[in-house]
């Protein structure tokens, strides 16, 4: 079966922008979740969506927000990007959120904020 | 609050045998995780171990686990230049029902030597 397909694998976006990054879960799996992933702070956690609903969040601010469709893809937007939003940005899926099989993780999509 | 920590860097030649650790705080972590990251890709599930089990072996993988201590540890053997990689390890956060997190730590980097 198809993995987790992340798009775009690449961005460049200016600050003050909006970015909006798309992932599209394994089929079945209706559990997404966001993580952004910096050098010096490794994985951080944004959130967690099951069923269209946000069930997990991080400790991001409130520019940093996403949806869960019906068919289980989900957005994430990041508005007036600032040149720290730059980083990879990975999402994962999984049946029912953390269970035994874990995560299953996207190629992540490398944002630069310039 | 949780934390896992991990080092950062270790460095074998090939053939012989890796170890590396991991320390976490959650007493109440379910599962523990370790999952490999190569340049440019996403995050890839090796191997889990229960919270009641001291040891799991899947092939080259060895994960101990001391929870008394609070310490993991992933044991490869022989091992290759294509285990060049990230390595991170993860449990799942505070029992909070179905809304667990998974904590991560920072990742440690293996460098392989021919």
């Known amino acids: 079966k198809a993995g987790v397909t992340q798009t775009p694998r690449y961005l460049i976006k200016t600050r003050g922008q909006q970015v909006t990054l798309s992932c599209s879960p394994i089929?079945?799996?209706?559990?997404v979740s966001w993580y952004q992933q910096t050098p010096g702070q490794g994985l951080q956690f944004l959130f967690e969506?099951?069923?269209?609903?946000?069930?997990n969040k991080g400790n991001f601010p409130g520019r940093f927000s996403g949806r869960q469709f019906s068919n289980s893809r989900s957005e994430m937007n990041v508005s007036t990007l600032e040149l720290g939003d730059s980083a990879l940005y990975l999402c994962?899926?999984?049946?029912?959120?953390?269970?035994?099989?874990?995560?299953?993780f996207g190629s992540g999509t490398r944002l630069t904020v310039v | 609050g949780e934390d896992v920590e991990q080092s950062l860097f270790l460095s074998v030649r090939e053939g012989d045998s890796s170890v590396i650790n991991c320390t976490y705080t959650?007493?109440?972590?379910?599962?523990l995780y370790w999952y490999k990251q190569e340049p440019g890709a996403g995050l890839q599930l090796l191997t889990y171990?229960?919270?009641n089990m001291d040891m799991k072996q899947d092939q080259r993988l060895t994960v101990l686990l001391n929870k008394k201590d609070k310490h993991l540890s992933l044991r490869i053997a022989d091992t290759q230049t294509g285990d060049s990689a990230i390595y991170f390890c993860?449990?799942?956060?505070?029992?909070?029902?179905?809304?667990?997190?998974?904590?991560w730590g920072l990742g440690t980097s293996l460098a392989v030597n021919p």
């Open positions: 994962a899926s999984s049946l029912a959120g953390q269970g035994v099989a874990g995560y299953t």
């Open positions: 089929s079945g799996h209706r559990s």
């Open positions: 171990i229960f919270s």
């Open positions: 993860a449990e799942t956060g505070p029992n909070a029902g179905n809304n667990r997190k998974l904590i």
């Open positions: 959650d007493s109440s972590s379910t599962y």
């Open positions: 969506y099951f069923s269209e609903t946000q069930r």
